[in-house]
Structures are given as C-alpha cells and as structure tokens.
C-alpha cells in the first residue's frame, strides 16, 4: 500500500456522536496520542439521548479501571426480574444476589444524561476536542472515494481526519450515506423499535421500601407481555429517587395496531403487577427513542474506506429475552474502533483494508460473538408465539400449580402445560421447536 499523499488532516481521527461509543473510541484514540475531535449536536453530551437503564461493568473494567468509583451511579443492581404478563397475571422470575452490590459489581442504573457526560470527559482530559452542538451534515471524500472527513452545520465547518468514526445513531446517515446499509436497505423499520418511557419520582424510601431495597441496591425487571398484543416488552427500573418504567414496541406492529404508543404505556403502568409499584409517583419526564434490536443479521458494514461505525450507528442493541443491553456493546465497540483507527494510523494505511482490524476486534470479542451465536433470538422473542402465546401459557401453568382445589386430586404438571398449551393455541411442536432454537442459541 504507498503512503497517504492527501493535505495533512486538521485531526487524525473524527468521531461524530459523543455518546457511550462515541466517546469511548475517542478515549482510546486519544490515549493513543492521536488529535481527536468529537462532535456532539446536543449543546452537551448526553443532551439528545433517552436513558434510565442499566450500565454494565465489565468492558468498563478494562477502558476505564476502577471505574466504580468515579461513574454517575443511581443505585447498584442487586436484583434481576424476568416478569410475564397476561391481562390478569403475572409470573415472575426474581433473583437477587448480594455479591452485586460490591466492587467490581455486576451492573448499576444510570441516567445518560450523566454518563454521557462523564464519558466524553474522560475523551477530553485523555486530549480529545469536544465539539458540541454541531451536527454532521455528510461525509467528505477524496478523488477515490474514500472518507477524509465530515461536513456540518457550522459555516466552513468542514472537520478533516485520517479517520472518520460513525456513531450518530440508529439513524446513522453517515453510515447511510457510505453506503453500508445496502445490504439490509428497506428493511430497517422491519428491525427497529421504538422505546418510550416514563421516569417518575418517588421518594427514596418508598422505593427502597416497595422493592425490598436498603442502601444504593436496585433492581431491574424485564417484561414480556403488557404490550396490548403489540410485539415488545417492557422494562421497570429503579433509581436513587425514582423509577424508570417504560415499553419497547416493534414499529410495524405498533403502525399495524393503530394504538399511541402512550397509551401502551399507560395500560402497562395500570397493571395489577405494576400499578402498586407506581403508587403516587410524579411524572418528571416523558421520552421517546428508536432502538435497533434486529441484531447480528440486520448490522450494517461496519468498515469503509477511511470510516468505521460503532453502537446504534451499528445496530449494535442485544434484544434477547432476558438479556436486553445496548451500552455495553457500545462501549466495546467505541473503544475497538479508537483502537483499530490508532493501528491503521501508525501503519499508514486508513483504506478498508486498513481498518480490518476493527471487524477482528469486534469478532474476537463479546461485542460481535454475544450477536452471532445469538442472531436467531430477536426473531423468537419477537415471534407471535412468545409474545401473544408464551406468556399466557406459563401464567396459566403457574396458576394451575398453584391452585388448591380439593378435594379433587392434584393434576401433573404434563396435564398442566398440556392443557395450557391448549387452551392458548400452542402446539407441541412448535413447543418443542422453540425450546430447541432457545437452547441452541443460549447453550
């Protein structure tokens, strides 16, 4: 490969979007001892971005070490809660674990507005440039075809850089605009949620009182179900003085329903399972935001000439069950992406050879490995049978188990989810299959 002979770059890498992946290829890049420049189109980090959710720590532990002790944290999750709902039931699973509550921990709550912020701090004190409300309007190429750069909404803002790194969102338009979307173009609405949520005061003892929390614990519960028939879930978490409650439906199914999806949300919070949970809370905010959760099979090309793409930008968003994570994978990426950009540097070489190491970091890691071997799970969890059938069937199995009406005797629990399976139009087969594709992909 010859030697760059392109005008010298105003930064050797640009990285557009200063969220968990943004900032974290602009810390690695900067630790690196490249000029780095992150922009950022909210007048803060942070400042765009939807966020009540779960942080967890362990690619924290290798980019940030003892990061503990310095995150904006609401409380540390020590319970974990899968809970299913039909119309008039609930079944949950609840485990708690005692260990999480101290370092390293396994997870925290956290509010994006605030890490974000801390994220792209540790980019500028590592020498980064945080460029705020400026937006990138389009890429910049040389004569070959190859990205130098971005365009944005500033007069003369054209930023130049050996390396462009996308992550501005699930609405990438730069990805969009290199190309990398061809081949799963016209099927993103398809593979796209839309997340909306409420965060609610409550005073801090009556959280800690109403989920069985002392200290800074918490808890996370995961819902299938509740969703009106509308494919999603829904999620419940706590903070340090408030909980974040909120629903993610599938676009097509909730355009096919007809339904707001605030009205979703509000038959969620009506509940009987989680209606007592809510009791007199104030609403403190009200957001919405798109989520890719088509996984392994919808991510775009994550490599180009002279541009790579991490995070939502990537479709980088697990939606697996029990396992719902987005951040995690992004701040994986990011720092692989500020890590692969600082190889093609030092080698001279930005073409998408160059930058291949991106796609070995990514397949080496949990980033890229958790999405292949669990590719075939967004479309089970999204299926009608898991979500209009499932749910019912193992509420009424519980239910039936639970029942004491003596003096007849005590049905098995074969005649239990044999007649469940039947009266919700599950057959066996199908049973069977489901359970098969579950146990392949989580073995």
């Not at 540390?76 to 709902?85: D, E, G, H, I």
């Not at 996984?295 to 541009?307: A, H, S």
């Not at 999405?371 to 299926?383: D, E, I, K, M």
Request: hydrophobic fraction near 40%; charged fraction near 20%; proline fraction near 6%.
């Amino acid at each position: 490969m010859p030697p760059e002979t392109n005008p010298a770059p105003a930064f050797d890498v640009v990285v557009v979007g200063a969220g968990p992946a943004g900032s974290a290829a602009a810390l690695e890049a900067a630790r690196a001892g490249l000029s780095v420049a992150l922009l950022e189109r909210g007048p803060y980090p942070g400042a765009k971005n939807v966020y009540g959710g779960v942080v967890y720590g362990r690619i924290l532990d290798e980019l940030v070490p003892g990061w503990w002790e310095h995150m904006p944290v609401q409380r540390w999750v020590t319970r974990r809660s899968t809970m299913l709902l039909t119309g008039s039931q609930a079944l949950t699973v609840d485990f708690r674990a005692e260990d999480w509550g101290r370092p390293p921990y396994n997870g925290a709550t956290a509010f994006r507005a605030e890490l974000d912020g801390w994220l792209a701090r540790l980019a500028e004190e590592a020498g980064a440039v945080l460029v705020p409300s400026t937006t990138a309007t389009g890429l910049l190429r040389d004569t070959a075809g190859k990205v130098t750069g971005v365009r944005t909404d500033r007069p003369g803002g054209d930023l130049t850089g050996r390396v462009v790194i996308a992550c501005d969102g699930v609405n990438s338009f730069l990805a969009k605009e290199a190309g990398l979307f061809a081949k799963v173009s016209g099927k993103q609405a398809e593979h796209t949620s839309l997340g909306v949520k409420e965060t609610l005061a409550l005073p801090r003892e009556v959280v800690e009182e109403r989920f069985g929390l002392s200290g800074r614990h918490g808890q996370d519960i995961e819902i299938l179900g509740g969703t009106g028939g509308i494919p999603g879930g829904g999620f419940l978490y706590t903070n340090l003085e408030s909980v974040s409650v909120g629903v993610v439906l599938s676009l097509t199914g909730l355009t096919a329903s007809g339904v707001r999806p605030e009205a979703v949300l509000a038959g969620l919070k009506e509940h009987p399972a989680i209606a007592p949970l809510l009791r007199g809370a104030e609403l403190k905010e009200y957001s919405a935001h798109l989520i890719p959760e088509g996984g392994y099979d919808t991510m775009p090309e994550l490599v180009t000439d002279g541009m790579l793409v991490a995070g939502d930008a990537g479709a980088m968003c697990l939606a697996a069950g029990v396992w719902l994570e987005g951040v995690n994978y992004a701040l994986g990426a990011g720092m692989y992406a500020g890590r692969a950009a600082a190889e093609a540097i030092a080698a001279g070489d930005t073409s998408r050879t160059g930058l291949a190491g991106y796609r070995r970091l990514l397949e080496e890691s949990f980033v890229l490995a958790d999405h292949r071997r669990l590719r075939r799970v967004p479309g089970l969890v999204f299926s009608d049978r898991v979500q209009r059938s499932y749910p019912g069937l193992l509420c009424d199995v519980a239910q039936g188990f639970f029942t004491v009406d003596n003096p007849r005797p005590k049905p098995g629990l074969r005649r239990l989810v044999s007649d469940a399976a039947r009266r919700r139009g599950v057959r066996l087969r199908h049973l069977l299959s489901d359970a098969f594709t579950s146990a392949r992909s989580f073995r």
